[in-house]
């Protein structure tokens, strides 16, 4: 069961600083080409366009001059379905467990119609994630949308138990028109399946072959910097490629209800040439257990890291 908490509005902003050393456990998985080389680790799995409504412009004219990933501020914590007369709807109550199964969905807005225009947010008109209720088989996918407004996530094999999808929107029109929305519906997958422990904290991690460590001391509720640095081989790495307008994506989820939050870097984009440091703006609603899931590409290769981070 998912308890809902207090909308808290999502941010990125600009303040890069001087961290002090902060414990975090990163399990790490790497994708190819956008396919996870884990069942139920689908981090980056973009579908193909639909030539009417999913189009995906490198920018979008509303956020020129803006910071990767400033030109739309989600706000709430993603566990309610509708919000300011926008919902997410789904006949898919239950999915498949063990394949590729797709999964359905519609955002109508206050009139009760199909939204069929959206702005687009780091590239895309649709940001879809899974996440289990253990925090495990985290999935980023990029739907498609039909012309009568509804979208399919294919998505990769799920292991029994509880999940929850979420849809992070902006409407390009109507009154919700430039507000970022991020609304989920639960799922349940049949089956026999046992809930995994979130790892314990530690301050590096090794994936794929580099090793990232994290600086920061975010507080509940408060924006604090948090600095990522990627090493490979005891040096510094400066050829990380551009992932969604961005040298990395960075989104969390609570442990307990998957309260959602998402985070950008506040580092200037300026071709394959980012890294060895990134730096974030920490906003996380909550205390507790947070598990994020940090994207970063190289050589054309996306590869994921699973943070756990203690917010006090």
Not at 66 to 90: E, F, I
């Amino acid at each position: 069961m998912f308890t809902a908490r207090p909308a808290v509005r999502r941010r990125a902003l600009a303040a890069p600083g001087t961290a002090v050393a902060l414990a975090l456990v990163l399990a790490a998985c790497g994708s190819s080409g956008g396919s996870s080389s884990m069942p139920g680790m689908d981090h980056g799995a973009t579908a193909s366009t639909s030539p009417t409504s999913n189009a995906s412009p490198s920018k979008d004219s509303s956020s020129k001059g803006q910071m990767p990933g400033m030109d739309h501020m989600a706000g709430g914590n993603g566990l309610a379905s509708a919000k300011d007369g926008y919902r997410l709807t789904s006949r898919n109550a239950s999915l498949v467990a063990g394949k590729r199964t797709p999964y359905r969905f519609t955002v109508t807005g206050p009139d009760a119609k199909p939204v069929t225009a959206f702005a687009v947010d780091q590239t895309k008109r649709m940001h879809f994630y899974a996440i289990r209720s253990d925090l495990t088989g985290f999935q980023h996918l990029h739907p498609t949308m039909a012309a009568d407004g509804t979208w399919t996530a294919d998505l990769s094999e799920l292991t029994p138990g509880s999940w929850r999808m979420f849809a992070s929107f902006t409407p390009a029109g109507g009154a919700g028109k430039g507000t970022a929305f991020v609304l989920s519906r639960g799922v349940t997958v049949p089956g026999s399946g046992r809930q995994a422990p979130v790892p314990a904290a530690a301050t590096t991690a090794r994936v794929d072959g580099y090793t990232v460590t994290v600086q920061g001391r975010p507080m509940a509720g408060m924006s604090h910097p948090l600095t990522v640095s990627v090493t490979k081989a005891g040096r510094p790495v400066t050829t990380l490629q551009p992932y969604l307008d961005t040298y990395a994506h960075l989104t969390a989820f609570h442990e307990g209800d998957t309260a959602f939050a998402h985070l950008h870097p506040t580092t200037h984009v300026d071709g394959d040439h980012g890294g060895p440091k990134l730096a974030f703006d920490a906003r996380l609603p909550a205390a507790g257990s947070w598990r994020l899931f940090l994207q970063f590409r190289t050589g054309g290769k996306l590869h994921t890291a699973a943070l756990t981070l203690e917010v006090g």
